[in-house]
């Protein structure tokens, strides 16, 4: 189900595009406006080296073409910046500001995901707050090279434990993967390099979306947290 996020507990997106520009093989507006046309719900502002005016400028671009389709916007790491943009929510690595401390800025205005890469990390982003886990790296990831997959087991063990929680699986996700993770319950990934550096665009999300099935896309409702 298409639809921005904001204001909402929780949300399961079925494809969230990991939007980088310098990995896009076609202008990055190109790639997104495909994107979203083959499926994407999503799309994560990620920009490790643009100035503080520059990633604002860029953010509120992203979100102007997705606010445009009925997607919802996210900024990686940057509260500051997702509020200012008006995004609908920050996902924050284990490395960035906390859960709490960005709930403490953002308050309700945004939502929160976090990255874990075990349960211990899952069980405390959730306990901290969020509203959506990054399970991963499910594969060897071009995007973080320097981090060992956690595989689909754990991908299994987190929706054993927290079968209703709103998630995307992360790390070299690409077309004739996905369908194994849609097996295995997965019900949402996010993908940077599979799409942004693709000829067309759209037809990979659709590829992906494709072996994620239709149900996928399910929006959570209530407080979608663990049982």
């Not at 490790?48 to 604002?56: I, N, P």
């Amino acid at each position: 189900m298409h639809g921005t996020a904001r204001g909402a507990r929780t949300a399961q997106w079925r494809l969230c595009l990991l939007l980088t520009r310098g990995q896009c093989a076609l202008p990055w507006e190109s790639v997104l406006e495909r994107a979203i046309a083959g499926g994407v719900d999503a799309v994560q502002v990620r920009e490790k080296s643009l100035d503080d005016r520059e990633l604002l400028a860029h953010a509120r671009a992203v979100r102007a073409i997705c606010a445009s389709r009925g997607v919802a916007t996210i900024v990686n790491d940057r509260v500051d910046i997702a509020l200012a943009s008006g995004a609908d929510g920050v996902h924050l690595g284990t490395n960035d500001l906390s859960l709490r401390d960005a709930r403490r800025i953002g308050g309700s205005a945004l939502l929160y995901g976090g990255s874990t890469h075990s349960l211990d990390e899952a069980r405390a982003a959730i306990e901290a707050g969020a509203d959506l886990c990054g399970v991963g790296a499910m594969y060897e990831s071009a995007l973080k090279p320097g981090l060992a997959p956690s595989g689909e087991a754990y991908l299994r063990a987190f929706l054993r434990e927290f079968p209703r929680f709103p998630h995307l699986a992360i790390g070299g996700i690409a077309p004739g993967r996905v369908a194994a993770l849609a097996r295995a319950g997965c019900r949402g990934v996010a993908v940077s390099s599979a799409i942004c550096g693709a000829d067309d665009p759209e037809a990979v999300a659709r590829a992906i979306v494709a072996e994620l099935g239709e149900s996928a896309g399910d929006s959570v409702g209530g407080s979608g947290g663990a049982p």
